[in-house]
């Protein structure tokens, strides 16, 4: 199986930049779908972005769309999401999640029981 541990989160204030990183360690192969989800106090999780196990298919919610993006470098077993022009709403705890697929599989999911393997989180806060 596979492990994932997110880093980078932290408080900004409202128009800052941060870069969430997700390591990824185990026995899986490089052929995997990674994603990002969120979850605020009182809400339910979001899905935020998603990446084919190559990185050439992504996808993003309306919400971050154009602000953030997802890129992974699979040679260094990490996955990461570049935040700009975060806001309040940006507040959450996020989590990176892993789904293996076949090699021939270029496919990102935004729902979040396609993924079997999370990590355990993140905390951004941004301040207005």
């Known amino acids: 199986q596979i492990q994932l541990v997110e880093s980078g989160g932290g408080l900004v204030q409202a128009g800052d930049s941060l870069t969430l990183s997700c390591a990824v360690s185990?026995?899986?192969?490089?052929?995997?779908?990674t994603a990002w989800f969120r979850q605020a106090p009182g809400k339910e999780q979001e899905f935020v972005a998603a990446?084919?196990?190559?990185?050439?298919?992504?996808g993003y919610s309306d919400s971050v769309k154009g602000r953030f993006t997802i890129s992974r470098d699979n040679a260094k077993n990490t996955v990461y999401l570049q935040m700009n022009s975060l806001t309040p709403e940006d507040t959450a705890v996020y989590y990176c999640?892993?789904?293996?697929?076949?090699?021939?599989?270029?496919?990102?999911?935004?729902?979040?029981?396609?993924?079997?393997?999370w990590g355990q989180g993140t905390q951004v806060t941004v301040t207005s």
């Open positions: 990446s084919s196990w190559s990185g050439a298919n992504t």
């Open positions: 185990g026995r899986a192969s490089s052929f995997y779908t």
């Open positions: 999640a892993a789904k293996q697929v076949g090699r021939t599989t270029y496919m990102w999911y935004a729902h979040a029981g396609a993924y079997e393997y």
